[in-house]
RNA sequence: GGGCGUUUAGCUCAGUCUGGCUAGAGCGCUUCCCUUACAAGGAAGAAGUCGCAGGUUCGAGUCCUGCAACGCCCACCA
């Protein structure tokens, strides 16, 4: 073995192997319970970023540990075809030819489309076997195969035919630069300064005006009444009257309606059905017409007369000049509000009526809020239940329409002789209902969610009844960011319930998003964003993985990896390199499994108690998904204990004939389920280790490790000693810690002859500075014989004592104080619990020796 | 306009749910040590009025109330 570790090396020459062994699929546990988790779909085209290698990191130790528990552990990898995502980095392309999709045409262009996603689908994953991640690949899935189509089509017929899929004019997000409509969660909104526009519509009899305010001035162009509030008595008189229009001069009501705010502004508002929802249902109440004044194209339509052809927010300038050269334009003030932009395309979004598809939600709401309260579901955090609940109890229908072409399809045609609308799994070869054979295919897509929304159990096969389906659904835990709790995990727990009639898992992990130093999200448009793979590149992919893991408290955002901690992590990895290569050079044989000693040195005792203390907690804080938790006590476990302490513990036994073969076995042992604990988060090094150490199998499928309880009498009482001993020989001496003195410990019978000075360096090597108690500075067990002290030299410095013992002195009089200020507090002594009392009352006896003690060695200083 | 989160050492964060040894870790810093798995290493050490103000309690970083700063989410503020 290299005496350094270069994890390039070590991490390129292990995914083969796993994958050729078949290592992640369930199959390699034929007999163990079923676990799944299926991946959050990335874009098909797109790469892996910090968010996904946290995701998946994650889920990676889930679900590789729970193989090495011996489930039949499943992680179903996919990508997703993401519409707009996808056909907007298409149609890029094009336009760098000087072309747009409607020149090539609607087949050419998915084929297209397709060809791209052949030629970069790849690469997503390409860079999951870079990281490491454990999924069975011969299970992948993509949103738009043949058999998620299916499931596509038929949950859309389904619901349909339950009448929870519906077709109809609303008002809807439109981006005119996608030319497409979009859900209320693709629309992000911005606070923004804007105007507020006052402008005064006339009344038609010609006695008065009304002021109305609006942020859009070029909307007015489709008004179609102003509306009021019914008890708003300044209007009282308005209502039934007609104003005039401003610049179409057109005559409109003047109509009551509960939904407006008499506080806000003037109390009156400017009504345009076809480009507001609150417009549009005061319009549908008032009976108003809706006229489109604004494009697909964010053009000016035809009806906005003398304006049309001219770009929206043109037209909002053209308009205001327009309506100040006629006069009708009161006051233009400066307004802060919030402007929807395109989550695609950062385009401002436009209300407006369209005709589209929508899911009526308000059905499929309940079971998925009664799925959390009954326990069936739950969110880790739980604080995201809050969220979620109020959330979902304000949905507005989804509209799942889109106006593009890459994606499912709308299975529905039209009959343009008999206006009937057939919605089925396979195009109808006549209409249904007056035969006539030629029908109209809907030329729209599903929103890409649509299909996300059955991942859970599309990937398994459904609607077939297969084998998975049956066996891995429900699956076990989603693991995502709270990013897309409301485009996703909400939605797939509505179809899950609806059509599986169980939530899809149990548990819902939901982690932070990457931050970067500064706390900002890490995006692409930001230019902020840091490349795992560069990271996985510098530091190895491992490295990369420790180090989110450790950043990943629950509840918490989640810090970008530092170059600080990626390095430490590195390091780890090299130190846990180094412990092997040592171990090696001792241990032979070391089992897959078991093999502790049943009757174990002192110093072997301790550590295996410890391992055994630690697996279980690391067992706890896993199966809480308290990963930084678990991964930073196992770290200090196994540098802090294993490798500081217990391997220099072993090198004396190790070199003693009598006793190297009982130490071997345990430093073997020991480091293998370090190994063991570690492989979940760091797998390349650890398989690499567990090569040279163990040599049995792959240690991706080997047992967990679930090492026994030791009692510790014999080591505890020699370490006792070993400190008592320690005092005494520095009490006599007049020595503190500051004093450079080296001890031993010797076993019975030596003489410092035997030891000295051949056996000096090792002395030396083994001899260790002694506290003041334990915990306080560090002690060695050497030997688990401890007969007496060899002092090998020693000096002090006067000073820096004096300094040292003066402070201690005052912390130990504060320590002294504070007790005797808790014991003198009568309600203390009346009602605090005994054990507490006891405590505090050692505590100041403690104090005041230690007072005693440590002014009588300042006296001896002098 | 609602809701959520954060505020602890120079930096990045645990600890708060379930109140109890004189508050922890990593990195950084100071001093010492290149000795046999590892200098990409080892040993020792300094460093915090736990955001502010009240309250509950024998006891508050932890529970309650208010405030402040920063961040995030939701919202048909015309």
Known sequence: MESTYDPAAVESRWYDRWESAGAFRPEVNPDGAPFCIVIPPPNVTGSLHMGHALDLSIQDVIIRRKRMQGLAALW?????????????????????????????????????????????????????????????????????????????????????????????????????????????????????????????????????????????????????????????????????????????????????????????????VKVTPAHDPLDFDIGQRSGLEAIKVIGEDGLITPAGGQFAGMDRFGARTAVKEALAASGALVSVAEHTHSVGHCSRSNDVV???????????????????????????????????????????????????????????????????????????????????????????ADEDVLDTWFSSALWPFSTLGWPDETEDLKRFYPNSVLVTGYDIIYFWVARMLKMGLHFMGESPYPDVVIHGLVRTADGRKMSKSLNNAVDPLDLAHTYGADALRLTLLQAAAPGHEVPA???????????????????????ATHVDDVPRAGGYPTDPAPEAAWILQRLHEVTQQVDELLDEYRFSDAFSTLYAFAWSEVFDWFIELSK?????????????????????????????????????????????????????????????????????????????????????????????????????????????MELARLSMTFGEAPGEGHTRLVSGKVEGFVALGGAIDVDSERQRLAAAVATAVDARDHAAAKLGNESFRDRAPAEVVEKEQGKLSAAEQLIDSLRAQLEELG
């Not at 020149?103 to 994953?125: C, H, L, N, P, T």
């Not at 600080?564 to 171990?583: I, P, Q, S």
């Not at 000693?721 to 019978?749: C, K, Q, S, W």
Request: overall charge negative; proline content about 6%.
């Open 76 to 268: 179903v990898p996919g990508t997703d075809h993401a519409g707009i995502a996808t056909q907007n980095v298409v149609e890029r392309e094009l336009a760098a030819e000087g072309l747009s999709r409607h020149d090539i045409g609607r087949e050419a262009f998915v084929e297209q489309v397709w060809m791209w996603k052949e030629r970069s689908g790849g690469r997503i994953s390409e860079q999951m076997r870079t990281l490491g991640f454990s999924v069975d690949w011969t299970r992948e899935r993509f949103t738009l195969d043949e058999g998620l189509s299916r499931a596509v089509r038929q949950v859309f017929v389904t619901l349909y035919d339950e009448g929870l899929i519906y077709r109809s004019n609303r008002i809807i997000n439109w981006c005119p630069h996608c030319r497409t409509a979009l859900s209320d969660i693709e629309v992000e909104h911005e606070e923004t300064l804007g105007e507020l526009v006052t402008i005064r519509y006339p009344f038609a009899d010609g006695e008065g005006a009304i002021e109305v305010a609006t942020t859009r001035a070029e909307t007015m162009l489709g008004d179609t009444a102003v509306a009021v509030h019914p008890g708003d008595e300044r209007y009282a008189d308005a209502i039934g009257r007609e104003v005039i229009l401003p610049l179409m001069e057109r005559r409109i009501p003047v109509v009551a309606d509960a939904e407006v705010d008499p506080e806000f502004g003037t109390g009156a």
């Open 350 to 440: 436009e209300p407006m009526l369209s005709l589209q598809w929508f899911v009526k939600v308000e059905p499929l709401v309940g079971p998925a809020i009664d799925t959390f309260r009954n326990g069936e579901t739950r969110f880790v955090p739980k604080s995201w239940e809050n969220s979620y609940f109020h959330w979902m109890e304000n949905l507005r229908d989804w509209c799942i329409s889109r106006q593009l072409w890459w994606g499912h399809r709308i299975p529905a045609w039209y009959c343009d002789a008999c206006q009937e609308v057939i919605v089925a799994k396979d195009e109808p070869t006549a209409c249904t209902a007056c035969g006539a054979a030629n029908l109209r």
């Open 561 to 583: 990896p530092q170059d600080e901690w990626l390095d430490a992590a590195r390091r780890f990895g090299n130190k846990l390199w180094n412990a092997v290569r040592f171990a």
């Open 652 to 760: 004396a036994p190790l070199r003693d004939p009598d006793r190297s073969a009982e130490a071997a076995a345990v430093v073997g042992v020991v480091i293998r389920d370090v190994l063991k604990l570690f492989h979940p988060a760091i797998p390349f090094v650890t398989e690499e280790l567990w090569s040279q150490l163990v040599g049995d199998g792959l240690l991706a499928t080997a047992p967990w490790p679930d090492p026994p309880a030791y009692d510790l009498p014999r080591s505890m009482e020699t370490f006792q000693e070993l400190i008592v001993a320690a005092r005494r020989f520095r009490a006599e001496h007049g020595l503190g810690p500051n004093a450079e003195l080296t001890m031993v410990v010797v076993d019975a019978g030596d003489t410092v002859e035997d030891w000295w000075p051949e056996q000096a």
